[in-house]
């Protein structure tokens, strides 16, 4: 058997597989509507943990003097976060009350945890700033031995293609722009797709091409349980939402209240 033949069977192999597992669930910005949460909180991270999640989706900036934080908008309570000092910027709170998270205090809590990561470099201004949190976001991840189970994402070109050259053959890192066809991806070398429900919907042939080229297909942020199930007839293999719990009962066949659909109600 030569080396090609070995490489397509691992390569259907490692697809069978993840046929046979579903679609995974990824809690977006952790479990952040579940009770005492809040988007990208601590306590967000370990609820999505909590419920058996299987990865928890966060984001991440760099302050103007070089630190690392956990925080999806580009600014907390008007503190903007990459032209501010980082002591203005973690001096603010989460709606939970939490003070805005270190990368470092959040991976430092996730190393207690058995979810996976998936880590999202936010857009910078500045390519010095992209490059320099890609190499500390990977430097961090060392420290506390989560090379293994964080991967990445970003919208991001030159630090999407950053990560690939810095991080390690164990991790994932997938474009969220929509803009690149799977075979541009995997080109590139990115481990699959990680695409807006609306593009997928609009080419869901790129889902069986990206599994076709031995990739993967994540799709955000899917909230819907008519999303979700189509997500699931059509082979996603990672689905993100803010309703990990839905995803969760659609996936299982029973279907429950959540902390999610009761405080939709509730609007």
Same mark, same amino acid.
């Given at each position: 058997?030569? =080396? ?10 490692? *697809?069978?597989?993840? !046929?046979?597992?579903?679609? @995974? ?6 479990? &952040?509507?579940? /009770? ?17 999640? +299987? ?12 630190? *690392? ?44 945890? /058995? ?7 936010? #857009? ?7 490059? @320099?949190? !890609? ?5 961090? #991840? ?8 964080? %991967? ?11 990560? =690939? ?9 997938? +474009? *969220? ?7 541009? =991806? ?9 695409? +807006?429900?609306?593009?997928? @919907?609009?080419?869901?042939?790129? =889902? ?7 990739? +993967? #297909?994540?799709? &955000? ?5 008519? %999303? ?14 803010? %309703? ?10 029973? #279907?429950?209240?959540? /902390? ?8």
């Amino acid at each position: 058997m030569n =080396i090609n033949r070995i490489f397509a069977f691992v390569v259907l192999m490692s *697809l069978a597989v993840a !046929v046979m597992a579903g679609s @995974k669930v990824v809690a977006h910005r952790g479990y &952040w509507q579940a /009770p005492g949460s809040a988007q990208n909180s601590i306590r967000a991270l370990v609820k999505a943990d909590s419920v058996g999640c +299987y990865a928890s989706e966060f984001d991440v900036w760099i302050t103007a003097d070089g630190v *690392l934080v956990v925080n999806h908008d580009a600014d907390v309570n008007g503190v903007v976060i990459a032209s501010s000092a980082a002591h203005e910027v973690l001096a603010q709170r989460l709606s939970n009350g939490e003070h805005v998270p270190t990368l470092d205090a959040y991976l430092a809590t996730a190393a207690t945890l /058995p979810i996976r990561l998936v880590c999202e470099l936010k #857009v910078h201004d500045s390519r010095a700033q992209e490059r @320099k949190a !890609v190499k500390d976001i990977m430097a961090l #991840v060392k420290k506390y031995g989560l090379e293994d189970r964080t %991967d990445y994402i970003t919208f991001s070109c030159d630090a999407f293609r950053e990560f =690939i050259r810095q991080a390690p053959e164990s991790a994932g890192v997938y +474009y *969220l722009e929509g803009n690149y066809v799977p075979s541009q =991806i995997r080109h590139m070398g990115g481990a699959g797709i990680d695409y +807006y429900i609306g593009v997928l @919907k609009k080419y869901p042939e790129w =889902i069986d091409e990206c599994h076709s080229l031995g990739m +993967y #297909v994540n799709v &955000w942020t899917v909230n819907k349980p008519e %999303d979700m199930q189509w997500c699931i007839d059509h082979g996603v293999d990672f689905i993100t939402t803010n %309703d990990p719990e839905l995803l969760q009962s659609l996936l299982s066949g029973k #279907v429950s209240d959540t /902390p999610a659909r009761a405080a939709a109600a509730a609007r």
